[in-house]
């Protein structure tokens, strides 16, 4: 608690916060935000790719794109510590949506980094149909970057917003999958709804 | 001038909604990220192939995945539209919408980045450059125009991103 409070009050900290410079807060936002759109974009476009989005692109070749998305990564913890002190206590003892962001992201990497050794490292990615395994992966992946934009976005908010906005996110989130589900023509998820019906 | 942008872009029913449900601009805000991502990412996988990177790939294929490039486009127009039309639920003033777009050098940086963007995807598909693109195989390097053409677009979305992420710090206040 008292490293937290000396961060916050680091000279770095309070230059940070004060100073009118566009160069100091706004610019690791700035960094935060492309990191984001590097990191979330790639692994949308391999996750889309293995739920068979664009099926006659290869996959193999797909597998150098994991250094961008690394780059991504790196960029936002960088500048994801150096935002930190700026309200080092609140982020790390107040902010318990904080820790759900990071918890999403680790899930989020995580996923992408079982789907590198399941589908790439597995010797020639395009022979074989894709795993039951990587499919759910990619969701997984696809379903906690989601929610590490959300939870980072609420950072901002009280209590009471953040609640409220989770509440409606998810409601819409659960509006679109199953008009995206059952909208599509044979699709299992109608097919499945029928025979239950 | 004035009026005139009020008229256009103030939206009572978009102010109300945002004022009675205090969910509706952060999930605006998170749709807008998300659509950031899905839109700045996979064009810039379109884009990198495009200028030679990950060259195992043929750049015909894509043109069924960049339709979710423009899915997040929508996405970040739609939550946009939210926070212009009910700028006024956040910001006091009777013209906010005017007000912001005349002082705020960010948002007008922005705004031209995306239009220069549009016309730059304009001149990709009617000069005849993505017909050239489609043709080319695994290993194949793409046309010169095809890699111009890409390196301004990758540019130009970094550059909206830059911008778009300075317009809560307007101009006076930061140079002062």
């Not at chain 2, 919408?97 to 960010?106: A, H, K, P, R, S």
């Amino acid at each position: 608690m008292e490293f937290l409070m000396w961060l916050e009050n680091s000279s770095f900290a309070v230059w940070e916060r004060e100073s009118l410079s566009l160069f100091a807060y706004p610019f690791f936002l700035v960094l935060h935000t492309i990191g984001l759109a590097f990191l979330v974009g790639v692994s949308a476009g391999i996750c889309l790719r293995i739920l068979g989005v664009a099926s006659r692109l290869p996959l193999a070749p797909m597998e150098r794109y994991y250094g961008l998305l690394w780059l991504g990564f790196w960029v936002n913890a960088l500048s994801g510590v150096v935002l930190l002190p700026t309200a080092a206590v609140n982020f790390l003892t107040v902010e318990w949506i904080f820790y759900i962001k990071l918890g999403a992201i680790a899930v989020a990497m995580a996923s992408m980094a079982m789907i590198r050794r399941e589908v790439f490292l597995r010797g020639n990615a395009d022979a074989a149909p894709l795993s039951a395994k990587a499919r759910t992966l990619a969701r997984t992946a696809l379903g906690f970057w989601a929610l590490a934009i959300l939870s980072g976005r609420l950072m901002a908010y009280s209590n009471f917003v953040t609640l409220s906005s989770a509440g409606a996110f998810i409601v819409l989130t659960i509006v679109v999958l199953a008009v995206g589900l059952l909208a599509r023509p044979g699709s299992r998820a109608r097919r499945q709804l029928r025979h239950a019906a | 001038m004035e009026p005139l942008v009020n008229t256009l872009l103030r939206w009572p029913f978009v102010e109300n909604f945002v004022n009675q449900h205090t969910w509706a601009w952060p999930v605006s805000e998170t749709l807008h990220f998300i659509g950031i991502a899905l839109l700045v990412g996979i064009v810039a996988m379109y884009d990198l192939r495009v200028l030679g990177f990950a060259k195992g790939l043929p750049l015909a294929p894509f043109n069924r995945l960049l339709p979710w490039a423009i899915f997040g486009f929508v996405l970040t127009l739609v939550s946009g539209l939210v926070f212009v039309t009910g700028l006024g639920a956040n910001l006091r003033g009777g013209s906010p919408q005017y007000d912001v777009i005349t002082t705020d050098l960010w948002l007008q940086l922005k705004l031209l980045f995306i239009f220069g963007a549009g016309v730059n995807a304009l001149l990709f598909y009617t000069m005849g450059v993505s017909r050239d693109v489609e043709t080319v195989g695994p290993g194949e390097d793409a046309p010169l125009r095809a890699k111009t053409l890409a390196a301004i677009s990758f540019t130009l979305w970094v550059l909206v991103m830059w911008m778009g992420r300075l317009i809560p710090w307007d101009l006076p206040t930061a140079f002062e």
